[in-house]
């Protein structure tokens, strides 16, 4: 990247190329992938790469990255709780820490320590547990107290003043932010050049099954026959499987989140806490960047609400006093598509030849990478990979979830 | 969604209120109703985009479950009522 950087400047001004191109819609492909997230791209990308599968179009009902790709916290961990979880996310992790060279991309992944904090004693056993799950699987994580805490995040008050003191936290040092958008553009600029075609503007209007199977996708720019269609879309996965006759269990809530003035060097770490529902990061440009829980009810909407900036603000001072006069700059919000067991959901349906990768409630794009991988996987073997076994469709029917309790660092 | 009308209360503030889900009532003979439309009742939802039937409850007010219609991406809601037996 650098050495194109220096051409590019010793060039003088000529724009650089396009990092993926337009094409005419085909109609017919091997593979659909709707949803042009960073799980549908990776996925595209490994197919093409590791699989040499690329008749494969990815329809995108707006411009790639619009959805939940653009729109999260970024962060990065693998300290879950259930060993399905930590063995998923930690190969999600190891591809993340690969992908600037694998996608001769700057990403900017910056692992700079994840602290999720406790504030119970109920919440200190539970830090204990996902340590020692964490530790027997080889993943770096484990439990450390307030005056270790005030070491790695000096401006953090653990005092016993606040209405929630601190009692300890979960330190898992390989946990970090990435630039999001590089994620997105890396894998589109990827999966183009090996062949990949990227349909932007282009929303699937039905899906075309005859004697349980699929035959092909209606979208806006007309037909398209194939017989493999991979719902990779995070909102409107209920919509898009609806189409498909395949029932979800599957609630969309959003969830905001708003970045504040940009700060001096201000936090090193990134601190998260389920009690107080919030988590923040300091982003390169010097924004904290605040998340928090679902919002209250289920709905489509992504408009902001004031009882959030308020909670927000009110949990940021309990951790963070110094930030009193600091101003929220902007707010936005994304859709979560929440399952019974904060588990997504990945795999083969009753439909044969239409597969899903959705109900990423909280956690989807730190998965993108183990994802795409896996169903590119799936779908270029026709075998269900081990690592995507927990979370089939069919585990409801079976009655056997996974339980996901560390899913979102916010309390449930 | 600032306002929610309880069927009691009239307006009032949302943040009184409890989300209750969508409309999702228990198989009808719970003894005959198989694996199949348990798994439907416990777990499947319509998630629906446009006009959802779903519970609220009253939880800084009256104390009253009540059944609201509203638009899941306008947040508008048309119409809330008491739930009554079907006959």
Known sequence: ????????????????PRMWREHPLKDRYDVVIIGGGAHGLACAYYLAQEYGITDVAVLEKRYIGSGGSGRNTTIIRSNYLTPEGVNFYDESVKL??????????????????????AHTDGAVRTMRRRAEVNQIQG??????????????????????????????ALYHPPGGIIRHDAVVWGYAH???????????????????????RVTGVETTRGRIKTGMVLNATAGWCTTIADMA????????FPLQACVTEPLKPFLDVIIVSGSLHVYVSQSDRGELVMGAAVDPFASYSMRGSLAFTEGIAGHMLELFPALHHVRILRQWAGLCDMTPDFSPIMGVT???GFLVDVGWGTYGFKASPVSGKRMAELIATGRTPDLLHPFRLARFAE???????????VGH | MIQIPCPHCGLRNAQ???????????????????????????????????????????????????????????????RTYLWKPET
């Open chain 1, 96 to 117: 993340y820490e690969q992908l600037s060279v694998d996608l001769d991309f700057n990403v900017m992944f910056s692992q700079r320590g994840h602290l999720t904090l």
């Open chain 1, 190 to 212: 990827q999966a183009d050049t090996r062949g990949v075609h990227i349909h932007q503007l282009t929303e699937v209007t039905g899906i075309l099954v005859q004697d349980g």
């Open chain 1, 399 to 409: 009655n056997d979830l996974v339980g996901e309790k560390g899913a979102a660092s």
């Open chain 2, 16 to 78: 009184e209120f409890r989300y209750g889900g969508e409309y999702n009532p228990r198989p009808w003979h719970p003894l005959e109703a198989g694996d199949a439309e348990w798994t439907e009742y416990v777990f499947m939802r319509d998630n629906q985009w446009g006009v959802q039937k779903e519970w609220w409850f009253h939880r800084a007010g009256c104390q009253a479950w009540f059944l609201a219609e509203r638009h899941t991406k306008t947040n508008e809601i048309s």
């Open chain 1, 350 to 352: 009753p439909v044969e």
């Open chain 1, 245 to 252: 006759g395949v029932r979800l269990p599957v609630t969309t």
């Open chain 1, 1 to 16: 990247m650098s050495f194109k950087l220096l051409r590019q400047a010793l060039n003088g001004n000529r724009p650089l």
């Open chain 1, 139 to 168: 993943v770096n994580s484990r439990l450390i107290w307030p005056a270790e805490i005030k070491q790695l995040c000096p401006p953090i008050d653990v005092s016993d003043h606040p209405r929630y003191p601190i009692l300890g």
